[in-house]
């Protein structure tokens, strides 16, 4: 699809989604981009959990993609492991940074206190921008309320070739937490 078609697609799409609930925009991705094109990005947090309830309520075989940057707790890791039993996920993939580029740019394990930019690039963004490549859609968790460039985020957005979904986009801190509370996640 060319980039014009694209950013038509995603305009009907913000358009019709504009006051869907987080479940809608779910459905509509799913039908729209089609289960072996979608992924979720998710860090498997508190806040992260509710977007993993919805998402497995509507279809919990939607690949999601856990970054592991190599600097998780082991109690990060063991929440990851109890989310996907208790929602049934069946379609989770660890995402790493690259071992190579980890011993060239990083070996000593310090970017983070001397260019943290540079070590976010090198743990997440390069990474999971390589896995979402073979992705026409993926869903996010981003929120307005998480304020910066974020307040104005729309349901649907366009990121080069690919949708981008924001479930929770409209949806407030205190609605998170009262989805997560009555859902009784861990």
């Known amino acids: 699809m060319s980039a014009n078609l694209k950013a038509v697609q995603a305009a009907r799409l913000r358009e019709k ?3 869907a609930t987080p ?18 990005a998710s860090s498997f947090g508190i806040e992260s959990a509710t977007l993993l309830k919805i998402v497995s309520d509507v279809d919990p075989s939607i690949p999601v993609l856990f970054l592991d940057t190599g600097w998780l707790f082991p109690e990060t890791l063991a929440y990851r492991d109890t989310l996907i039993a208790r929602l049934g996920l069946t379609d989770v993939r660890t995402i790493t940074p690259s071992a190579e580029k ?14 943290p930019d540079a070590c976010c690039y090198l743990r997440k963004v390069e990474p999971l921008s390589e896995v979402l490549k073979d992705f026409d859609g ?16 729309n349901a649907v957005e ?15 801190q205190s609605q998170v937490m009262q989805m997560f509370q009555g859902w009784e996640l861990p």
């Open 158 to 172: 366009i990121e080069g070739q690919r949708l981008k979904f924001n479930p929770l986009a409209r949806v407030t």
């Open 17 to 19: 989604l504009a006051e």
């Open 102 to 115: 980890l011993a060239q740019i990083d070996p000593l394990r310090g970017l983070y206190a001397t260019d």
């Open 138 to 153: 993926w869903i996010n968790g981003r929120k307005r309320y998480q304020g910066g460039q974020r307040t104005g985020i």
């Open 23 to 40: 479940s809608e925009i779910v459905s509509e991705a799913l039908r729209t981009v089609g289960k072996d094109r979608l992924a979720v």
